[in-house]
């Protein structure tokens, strides 16, 4: 069976790392408010010459990166190799909040703009709160 994306506007092959991106753009936009306008998945870019894809890329109303997520497969554990990997992509896309999760476990990081650090956030904002940060 086949999952809808609805930033891609297309189905595309039902993966456990699918099924988990799937779920989160549907809870973006369903309860964070996230305009689908808003929102991209397989967000392709460069690093150090080499192609990444970021899992979903959430915009602000300037069409900035505001929100980076990183989907894994419920099997794979969100761990520093995940964490790295995340950094990597923020090296490029200079996003305010990054989430990294495998539908099981998740870790959200929002920079702090006092200090440039990015610190664990138990609380997610919404679309409207994340632009006002």
């Known amino acids: 069976m086949n999952l809808f994306d609805p930033l891609r506007k297309k189905y595309v092959?039902?993966?456990?790392?699918?099924?988990?991106r799937q779920s989160i753009?549907?809870?973006?936009i369903n309860e964070?408010?996230?305009?689908?306008t808003h929102m991209?998945?397989?967000?392709?870019?460069?690093?150090?010459?080499l192609q990444y894809r970021a899992d979903i890329i959430v915009f602000d109303k300037q069409l900035n990166?505001?929100?980076?997520?990183?989907?894994?497969?419920?099997?794979?554990?969100?761990?520093?190799?995940?964490?790295?990997?995340?950094i990597r992509y923020y090296n490029v896309l200079k996003v305010?909040?990054?989430?990294?999760?495998n539908g099981k476990t998740s870790y959200l990081c929002a920079l702090n703009n006092e200090n440039g650090q990015f610190e664990f956030s138990k609380?997610?904002?919404?679309y409207k709160q994340m632009l006002e940060k």
């Open 65 to 86: 990166p505001l929100l980076m997520v990183e989907c894994k497969a419920p099997e794979i554990p969100i761990d520093n190799k995940v964490i790295q990997q995340c």
């Open 96 to 101: 305010k909040y990054i989430l990294a999760t």
């Open 13 to 20: 092959n039902n993966s456990p790392e699918e099924a988990v």
């Open 40 to 49: 991209m998945s397989e967000y392709a870019f460069t690093y150090n010459n």
């Open 25 to 28: 753009i549907n809870w973006l």
């Open 32 to 36: 964070k408010g996230v305009p689908v």
């Open 123 to 126: 609380d997610f904002p919404d």
